[in-house]
């Protein structure tokens, strides 16, 4: 106390004023309560943010574009120079965090094969390696995921590839008859992609001389032609090209003109057809090319429509060939229409409608097998999967959890009778689940390996609506300690809700757990904390004229407190003289 006393007296003295020997400082209990982390204090003695200088012209900041300048590169070390002085007191935290997050990572892993075909398709990491290496082996005759040893090739070496740069893998593309891969590289950090053909048989790269390229890179079934997309200035890709790897010069098969529109290739489900989708924010059109034919042209299924959005797929229905059309036509939540393959690309005219829209089920996305279609629905915002097995009656499959993020991670070969689910709850860390089609069965193939001390039936997830003041009924996904249900805990929102979401990275939970999101919820501990009130009276009157607070943890030991004591009362009149 007489230590605070003089801490106090002196901060008056400062400003020309005298601490009457009636003022104590009063220490409160210590209140215990369950917290994150300390919070870091700034670091002393940091010298101003550097600012970046304004030229002349409409633009004041266009010469940081010429980012190999000098003067630029001045300015970005000024930057990283401010920023490690800024958080140099943090240098120890970050590496406690760092190495635990790391510590609940297993480095040494092979992801689950992927059967296509007479292969198995996988990756491995291992520790001390940047990325995962690409593998196949000869597919098993009982149709396990058992990787065969004796038969396994490196199909792509990126640790090789990136050479201690940057590196950044854009396409990975087998070709239907398994003896090429395409992929793109982007090693500038730009987002400008340089494509490369590997003969598999001989190991022969061959880098494509084209420029600009957005990464893509789409198989005909002959397997020697290509479609690639290309950047226009503004990194739109607004064309595609065609090229034979017999050497024939590429051709140009779309452009794209309107600057509000992206496109993008690809495969159908079916394997029978190419697709060329261009799409804006609010609006959508697809166009369609024979994979047998890559020679011939794309044609439209339906022509844009402002604020008209759809997708498209091909697959069969009742064993006929037949187009899938999702869409917001008939409303906002879409509708599912269909069209028999006859040879030719149907036109709008000829859609039939096979799921209805309706107002209380969003209709997100259609997987299709040969024997099944698997609708991705949003119901309550939750995603529910509903399966339309050929010849048997639809179902919804079943969920352990109150709330959670689930997708069809692969749906395999189109003649296969499962898919695969990435199933991820917040009280769970990611799974792979293998779903039987005909029956519903679901088997975990793979879950993600959470090292360290980590029990998910150790916590409850549950799903609950709140009320706004409109009438709205707000969702609320919650996941806390069993035991401590019924018992009023400390509460971290948060709240995400742009572009349809919710609360999801890539269709996960952001703040869930998994390889990285375990220790947020499980590195919760209890820690005292001292809360010191000042209050300065008017010796001559008594009236209060000022008054601050301010916490401090105390870690346990009476040094520990009294540190803890001196802090929070240096913290409290920090804020003195008042304004």
């Known amino acids: 106390d007489v230590e605070c006393n003089g801490l106090i007296a002196s901060k008056l003295a400062s400003t020309g004023f005298a601490l009457s020997p009636e003022l104590t400082v009063v220490c409160n209990a210590p209140i215990s309560y369950i917290a994150r982390e300390p919070s870091m204090p700034l670091s002393a003695n940091v010298s101003a943010a550097p600012i970046a200088r304004k030229a002349e012209g409409d633009d004041p900041y266009a010469w940081l574009q010429e980012r190999d300048t000098d003067a630029v590169l001045d300015y970005l070390k000024a930057e990283n120079s401010y920023q490690e002085a800024l958080t140099a007191d943090q240098a120890g935290l970050r590496e406690t965090l760092f190495e635990e997050i790391k510590g609940r990572i297993l480095e040494t892993d092979l992801s689950l094969p992927s ?83 590997k003969e598999l048989a001989n190991g022969k790269v ?78 959508s059109e697809i166009w369609a090319l024979d994979a047998e034919q890559p020679h011939l042209d794309f044609t439209c299924l339906a022509p844009r429509v402002e604020d008209h959005e759809y997708d498209v797929d091909h697959g069969q229905l009742n064993g006929a060939w037949t187009w899938f059309i999702r869409s917001n036509r008939d409303g906002i939540n879409y509708a ?177 757990v998994g390889m990285y999101n375990t220790v947020p919820i499980v590195r919760t501990y209890q820690i005292q904390v001292l809360v010191v009130r000042v209050d300065l009276f008017d010796a001559g009157t008594g009236q209060p004229v000022w008054s601050a607070s301010a916490e401090t943890a105390n870690k346990g030991s009476q040094i520990d407190r009294t540190d803890a004591i001196r802090e929070a009362v240096e913290k409290a009149m920090s804020a003195y003289p008042p304004s």
């Open 115 to 197: 059967p296509w075909g007479p292969y198995l398709y996988y990756t491995r990491t291992t520790a001390g390696d940047e990325y995962a290496r690409h593998y196949r082996c000869r597919r098993p005759a009982d149709d396990s995921n058992q990787v065969d040893d004796s038969s396994e090739e490196l199909l792509l070496d990126p640790n090789v590839l990136a050479n201690g740069g940057f590196f950044s893998l854009g396409a990975f593309s087998i070709s239907p008859d398994h003896q090429r891969l395409a992929y793109s590289l982007d090693t500038s950090g730009e987002e400008i992609f340089t494509l490369y053909v």
């Open 206 to 283: 061959s880098e494509l001389a084209f420029d600009n390229c957005d990464g893509s890179m789409t198989w005909a079934n002959d397997s020697l032609t290509l479609f690639f997309g290309e950047l226009d200035d503004t990194h739109r890709p607004h064309k595609l090209y065609r090229y034979r790897l017999d050497g024939t010069a590429a051709q140009e098969v779309f452009h794209e003109p309107d600057g509000r529109f992206f496109l993008h290739c690809y495969r159908s489900s079916s394997e029978r057809q190419l697709l060329l989708a261009l799409g804006s924010k609010t609006t």
């Open 336 to 512: 599912l229409f269909t069209a028999t393959d006859i040879g030719d690309v149907p036109t709008e005219a000829e859609w039939q409608n096979l799921i209805p829209h309706s107002d209380d089920v969003m209709l997100d996305g259609v997987s299709l097998n040969a024997s099944a279609m698997t609708l991705s629905l949003r119901i309550g915002g939750l995603p529910v999967f509903e399966v339309h097995p050929e010849g048997l009656r639809a179902y919804r499959v079943e969920l352990p959890d109150a709330a959670y993020s689930l997708y069809v991670q692969n749906s395999l070969e189109f003649p296969s009778d499962k898919i695969r689910l990435r199933y991820e709850a917040l009280n769970r860390p990611a799974q792979v689940r293998q779903l039987e089609l005909a029956s519903g069965t679901q088997v975990v193939l793979k879950e993600t390996p959470v090292l360290g001390p980590f029990d998910a039936d150790a916590y409850v997830s549950q799903r609950l609506w709140a009320t706004a003041p409109d009438g709205t009924q707000v969702p609320i996904s919650l996941v806390m300690k069993r035991e401590m249900l019924g018992k009023p805990v400390p509460l971290y929102l948060y709240g995400y809700g742009a572009y349809g979401g919710y609360n999801r990275y890539g269709n996960g939970y952001g703040s869930g």
